[in-house]
């Protein structure tokens, strides 16, 4: 999700029971003010059941009367009760004011989390990457991202695509430092453990592509 769009989600979005939870325009009411979704009108999100319980034991701290998930209380009533009633409250107050001192707040998250740098948005980043990790195709989570471009999807694909080649070479060295260390210790380059050896290995046309995947 996107800081907007955490930012302008109510408890109406979430549903506790289907572990879901729902980005949705909102329109100007007596408890809401109005927001537009970026590239897209409407999409439902998995939340994990960790997430689920954070979100339960949040609620039972929010007084009543406050309908945004993330808003603090204080900062909802000053929209409510000064801003909105003067007309100082715009559409694009609600992408980008929402909240104050957002940055400072997440860089304290971060500190306390030993990292160095980051930003806001490397959250759902990193959300995305763990998606591919993890084998969901680039157009379920282009769907699910709403990019408005295929190829900003692809670009996580790509990064990750490098890092599972990385992970398989060192995958692949630490294997082949195991077997030379058995080799070492029981030599097999005379002609009875040759057979053997060969014996045990799948031919070549019984590999996928030529390229070792089964």
Known sequence: MRRAELLNC????????AQTIEINHKENTRDTW????????HRT???TEEIVQMLVDHQARQPEGHPYVFVPPARYDYIQNV????GKWTLSDSRLKVVNNIKRSFDKILRKGGIKTGTFHD???TAISMWFANGMS??????????????????????????????????TAQGLRQKL???????????QQEKTSSRNCLPQNNLSNGQGRI
């Open 83 to 86: 801003l909105r009633p003067k």
């Open 10 to 17: 109510t408890w109406a979005d979430i549903d506790f029971d």
């Open 123 to 125: 959250i759902r980043r």
């Open 34 to 41: 109005k927001w537009f979704i970026k590239d897209s009108d």
């Open 181 to 191: 260390v058995h080799f070492g210790a029981h030599p097999i380059f005379d002609h």
């Open 45 to 47: 999100l998995p939340l």
């Open 138 to 171: 680039e157009y379920d989570i282009m769907t699910l991202a709403v990019h408005a471009s295929f190829a900003t999807t692809h670009k996580f694909y790509l990064a990750v695509a490098d890092n599972l080649v990385h992970r398989a070479r060192v995958a």
